[in-house]
């Protein structure tokens, strides 16, 4: 019988953040971590070796309040250094960082806390007062650390709290005494997110420190984030959100430059810190490039020169927001696609450059659709389509199904938690987004399952839509919402955002969508409303504007006549 070679190389070494630590204190010279100031314009810069000496004492620290292997420690935190440091110092002792998302609902901060069982929670002064209204609800959580300037009496409002400064000062040891961190096994976890789920409580999507390493790594590609040690990355997605889409692990592996706002996230800090310490790399969801696209419009001069990359996603990237972005500052804004259980990058659209006879593809149409499509799977991502019959979907480009992946980052199931076991029962993970790919593998997102509009029987991408609204002068923002129907059962309710003294109106609007979608897919209703209501990870809440449209609270419906 033949027998399996065994293949001689170091097989065993371990994936796991130690490395990435390792590399901090080893081979960044000359990187840093800059973290912008409560004040907004001032910066706070450590480079990759002092910040690698802190989250020694963070490790020692953590000890020192009782942290096991295993353990969860919570964060609630904005972008900063001290959050940084957690990211390593946390899973390098082998317990598992737990990043609360300072935007859910209370109730929801509750259960994710008490379902994780935290023992210790980490968390911003600016953030305090909110989490302490939280505190009486906390089962298991012993300790609260506050991080930054807060002293005495306003950080006495959480029980047992210690501020971050102290802890670390007391942990600081004598130079020759190292710490020692433990062995850890790549399979172990090393941090967990929490995401909205399908139904009922939020889940727990437990990363382990094999598949954190090999995503970052993959951040790493030119196919993907593109991120490199030549690279400044302005880190602006949260660090409670998937880890930042891996953005701070990426710059720890390149030994690139890091820049965190904290918690300034609108345009005008955003702008300022772009134009002073000059990023070449910038990742958050499309809403947060609106908002710098149109302060820049009403701010000429504004220089954003130095961004050459962007990471985008979260929801749909509209495509004139990458063409004016690319033709107005040449900053090329790339999509990405992917959720909290596939940590979160599984697909990216940088489609080819160049023809096979050696010309430029940039300009083309062809370019541009693909440019504007979700992109191809990451190297070991495994994507198929699967029918309403359980079938698999040709990739066609045309007909539709629901994404299913499978990839070493991707969630095998939730934490503590079947109740929704089926969608991972095949070795695949339903994803519940509904998509076309075409022979390139580039996939296209038309809808969310449960955002799907049903018209007579038939589906209308309320994506599409929304895509060919937005690429109107006028819309700022769009999202499409089905409405009850009597004939058709479901037919499209536009709900838009124009621009300031805009002119369109719902007619224009019908007018621009005719001969961009089918004729059965025009809205007969729009609601013109001040702002689109968005989720805690900035995505338009589509869930809210449904029960504004039952309960009758919806403003500014026009009838299509
Ligand atoms: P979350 O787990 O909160 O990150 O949300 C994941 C969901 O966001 C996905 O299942 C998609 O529905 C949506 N999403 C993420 N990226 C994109 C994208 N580029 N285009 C359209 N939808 C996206």
């Known amino acids: 019988m033949s027998q399996m070679l065994r293949g001689l190389m170091q097989d065993d070494f371990p994936l796991t953040l130690d490395h990435l630590r390792r590399r901090l204190g080893s081979c960044n010279e000359g990187a840093e971590v800059v973290t912008l100031n409560p004040d907004a314009t001032s910066v706070c810069r450590a480079s990759h070796a002092e910040v690698s000496q802190r989250i020694d004492r963070l490790a020692r620290a953590l000890g020192t309040l009782g942290i096991q292997q295993g353990d969860r420690v919570g964060t609630f935190a904005w972008n900063n250094q001290r959050h940084f440091e957690l990211y390593f110092a946390v899973p390098c002792i082998g317990a598992v960082l737990h990043t609360l998302n300072v935007r859910l609902f209370q109730e929801q901060l509750t259960y994710i806390v008490n379902h994780a069982e935290d023992r210790v929670i980490f968390v911003d002064d600016s953030l305090v007062p909110l989490l302490a209204k939280l505190a009486p609800t906390f089962n298991t959580v012993e300790r609260y650390v506050v991080m930054g300037e807060m002293q005495g009496e306003e950080a006495d409002e959480l029980p047992n709290a210690l501020?971050?400064?102290?802890?670390?000062?007391?942990?600081?040891?004598?130079?020759d005494d190292a710490f020692?961190?433990?062995?850890l096994d790549e399979r172990q976890a090393a941090s967990l997110c929490y995401t909205s789920g399908t139904t009922g409580n939020p889940k727990g999507v437990l990363y382990s420190h094999r598949s954190i390493s090999l995503h970052s790594t993959v951040t790493l590609s030119k196919d993907g984030t593109g991120l490199s040690r030549a690279d400044r990355i302005l880190a602006v997605v949260p660090m409670f959100h998937v880890n930042a889409w891996g953005l701070p692990y990426g710059a720890a592996l390149a030994g690139a430059d890091l820049i965190l706002p904290d918690r300034h996230l609108q345009p005008e800090p955003l702008a300022g810190l772009i134009e002073r310490e000059r990023p070449t790399l910038m990742g958050c969801?499309?809403?947060i490039f609106q908002g710098l696209l149109s302060y820049a419009e009403a701010h000429p001069g504004?220089?954003?020169s130095s961004l050459t990359n962007a990471a985008c996603g979260g929801s749909?990237?509209?495509?004139r927001l990458m063409k004016d972005f690319e033709e107005r500052h040449d900053v090329r804004i790339f999509q990405a696609w992917g959720m909290t259980e596939t940590s979160p990058v599984a697909t990216y659209s940088r489609p080819r450059e160049r023809t096979p006879g050696g010309g430029t593809r940039e300009h083309d149409d062809d370019y541009w659709d693909e440019r504007a499509t979700q992109g191809r799977p990451l190297p070991w991502v495994e994507l198929r389509l699967a029918g309403d019959d359980g079938g698999e979907v040709p990739w066609d480009g045309t007909a539709t199904g629901e994404i299913e992946v499978r990839g070493p980052w991707v969630a095998s199931r939730y934490f503590a938690d079947s109740s929704e076991d089926e969608k991972f029962a095949t070795g695949w993970l339903r994803t519940g987004d509904i998509a076309a790919v075409d022979e390139r593998g580039n996939v296209r997102i038309t809808d969310r399952s449960k955002d799907v509009i049903k018209s007579g029987g038939e589906w209308i991408s309320s994506v599409e839509l929304e895509n060919e609204l937005m690429s109107h002068p006028d819309v700022v923002e769009a999202a499409v919402i089905a409405k009850p129907d009597e004939r058709w059962s479901e037919r499209p309710l536009c709900c838009v955002v124009l621009r300031e003294h805009a002119g369109a109106d719902a007619p224009a609007l019908v007018e621009h969508l005719r001969g961009r979608v089918?004729?059965?897919w025009l809205p007969d209703e729009f609601a013109f409303v001040s702002e689109i209501p968005k989720t805690?990870?900035?995505?338009?809440d589509k869930k809210l504007l449904r029960a504004?449209?039952?309960e009758g609270k919806l403003e500014g419906r026009v009838p299509v006549s």
């Open 548 to 550: 504004r449209l039952a």
């Open 285 to 287: 969801v499309p809403t």
């Open 316 to 319: 749909a990237v509209p495509r």
């Open 163 to 175: 501020p971050y400064e102290q802890l670390l000062e007391r942990a600081q040891a004598n130079p």
């Open 518 to 520: 089918a004729k059965w």
């Open 180 to 183: 020692e961190y433990p062995q």
């Open 536 to 540: 805690s990870v900035g995505k338009f």
């Open 302 to 304: 504004l220089d954003l």
